[in-house]
């Protein structure tokens, strides 16, 4: 059986050091000299090591078998790993950006029912956007665990009327839904970018929506849907489980035209998995950029924090957010999801003021 190759940085820092072999991450300002080199078969795990970039070609020749596979799959992973990013919707990848969270529904688990009045979810918006929102993410179907579907109808009544008024008054605007018919209203009202928690799987109409209004897309993993997710989520092994499926799902959509730089993707903190499985995930986020696209992560007031601490409730949990920001910063993450746009980009310039000092 033909051995997949995985590639992690490890310690990514700050400046970059001449005289060595670092190599920049994603054009993220953040330097690596080492990764840890795993290699799979299957679903079970047949080697691991930890080495420095300018050992890996003398490591790959000694391997023997699939020696010529194995060497191409580097060579996509590396420049994966090393490319600057295209812009992602217009906004420049080498910095970090804030997609502020507009849920206009009754039942998300933090702010379900916060917004129910167009007007009123138009005006929190618009708020986050003046804050220094990057984009403004709408969604009308709440995709907690439990939670239940709704009609498509009633999602476009939510979203559309808000999508609208934050577009016109000049606002990058995403649309969260799983939903085709949805993604298209939504084009049509304004939105810019499509987010989908399915990976535009969910929807057999979805990937050809995408396709032909040659919208930006964010492919997130989801293990199961949102009624079933948490009910015992299962992985021969997280990390490498969920690399393999966004890696297969940007493929696919690559396929039916969608360009690379139009594709960000999501590991799904919280989708299907448990707090072990949270924690791995957010330590090998820096691997996920050997996809070759931006990577977005959300994981404002997720459950996993109150798990972790004294168990706040969800608009209890601003600072287990910013630690989780802090993270995905020093992993190169270059879009972040959140309910606090303008707490997270303070602690942005602050975290970035000290790395720079350096």
């Given at each position: 059986?033909?051995?997949?190759?995985?590639?992690?940085?490890?310690?990514?820092?700050?400046?970059?050091?001449?005289?060595?072999?670092q190599?920049?991450?994603?054009?993220?300002?953040?330097?690596?000299a080492?990764?840890?080199?795993?290699?799979?078969?299957?679903?079970?795990?047949?080697?691991?090591?930890?080495?420095?970039?300018?050992?890996?070609?003398?490591?790959?020749?000694?391997?023997?078998?699939?020696?010529?596979?194995?060497?191409?799959?580097?060579?996509?992973?590396?420049t994966?790993?090393?490319?600057?990013?295209?812009?992602?919707?217009?906004?420049?990848?080498?910095?970090?950006?804030?997609?502020?969270?507009?849920?206009?529904?009754?039942?998300?688990?933090?702010?379900?029912?916060?917004?129910?009045?167009?007007?009123?979810?138009?005006?929190?918006?618009l708020?986050?956007?003046?804050?220094?929102?990057?984009?403004?993410?709408?969604?009308?179907?709440?995709?907690r665990?439990?939670a239940?579907?709704?009609?498509?109808?009633?999602?476009?009544?939510?979203?559309?009327?808000?999508?609208?008024?934050?577009?016109?008054?000049?606002?990058?605007?995403?649309?969260?839904?799983?939903?085709?018919?949805?993604?298209?209203?939504?084009?049509?009202?304004?939105?810019?970018?499509?987010?989908?928690?399915?990976?535009?799987?969910?929807d057999?109409?979805s990937?050809?929506?995408?396709?032909?209004?040659?919208?930006?897309v964010v492919?997130?993993?989801?293990?199961?849907?949102?009624?079933?997710?948490?009910?015992?989520p299962?992985?021969?092994?997280v990390v490498?489980?969920?690399?393999?499926?966004?890696?297969?799902?940007?493929?696919?959509?690559?396929?039916?035209?969608?360009?690379?730089?139009?594709?960000?993707v999501?590991?799904?903190?919280?989708?299907?998995?448990?707090?072990?499985?949270?924690?791995?995930?957010?330590?090998?986020?820096?691997?996920?950029?050997?996809?070759g696209?931006?990577?977005l992560?959300?994981?404002?007031?997720?459950?996993?924090?109150?798990k972790?601490?004294n168990?706040?409730?969800?608009?209890?949990?601003l600072?287990?957010?910013?630690?989780?920001?802090?993270?995905?910063?020093?992993?190169?993450?270059q879009?972040?999801?959140?309910?606090?746009?303008?707490?997270?980009?303070?602690?942005?310039?602050?975290?970035?003021?000290?790395?720079?000092?350096?």
């Open positions: 059986m033909p051995r997949r190759l995985y590639l992690c940085p490890l310690a990514p820092v700050a400046s970059s050091d001449t005289g060595g072999s190599k920049s991450l994603a054009g993220s300002g953040r330097f690596f080492q990764c840890e080199v795993n290699l799979r078969s299957g679903d079970e795990q047949s080697f691991t090591k930890v080495l420095p970039l300018d050992e890996l070609a003398g490591w790959l020749a000694a391997q023997s078998a699939d020696s010529g596979g194995l060497s191409a799959q580097m060579e996509l992973a590396l994966g790993l090393t490319s600057p990013r295209k812009p992602f919707a217009d906004l420049p990848m080498d910095r970090p950006q804030v997609m502020g969270i507009v849920n206009v529904t009754p039942d998300s688990f933090s702010d379900g029912g916060d917004r129910l009045d167009a007007g009123k979810a138009i005006d929190d918006g708020a986050m956007w003046e804050a220094g929102a990057s984009i403004l993410d709408v969604g009308g179907e709440s995709t665990p439990g239940e579907p709704v009609s498509e109808a009633a999602e476009i009544e939510r979203v559309v009327p808000v999508i609208r008024g934050l577009s016109d008054a000049g606002a990058r605007v995403s649309v969260d839904t799983r939903h085709a018919a949805v993604m298209r209203a939504a084009i049509d009202a304004g939105a810019q970018i499509v987010n989908d928690v399915t990976a535009l799987e969910s057999p109409e990937l050809g929506v995408v396709a032909e209004s040659g919208m930006p492919l997130m993993h989801m293990q199961g849907d949102p009624r079933t997710m948490q009910k015992n299962d992985y021969a092994d490498f489980d969920v690399f393999d499926y966004l890696k297969r799902r940007v493929e696919i959509c690559l396929d039916a035209g969608i360009a690379r730089d139009a594709i960000a999501d590991v799904g903190i919280g989708f299907g998995k448990t707090l072990e499985h949270n924690l791995r995930l957010l330590d090998a986020l820096a691997m996920f950029h050997s996809i696209t931006p990577l992560l959300g994981l404002s007031r997720k459950s996993f924090i109150a972790l601490s168990g706040e409730a969800p608009k209890e949990r600072a287990g957010s910013l630690a989780g920001v802090a993270a995905g910063l020093a992993r190169g993450v879009i972040f999801r959140v309910h606090d746009v303008a707490e997270t980009l303070q602690m942005i310039a602050v975290w970035q003021a000290i790395e720079e000092s350096s």
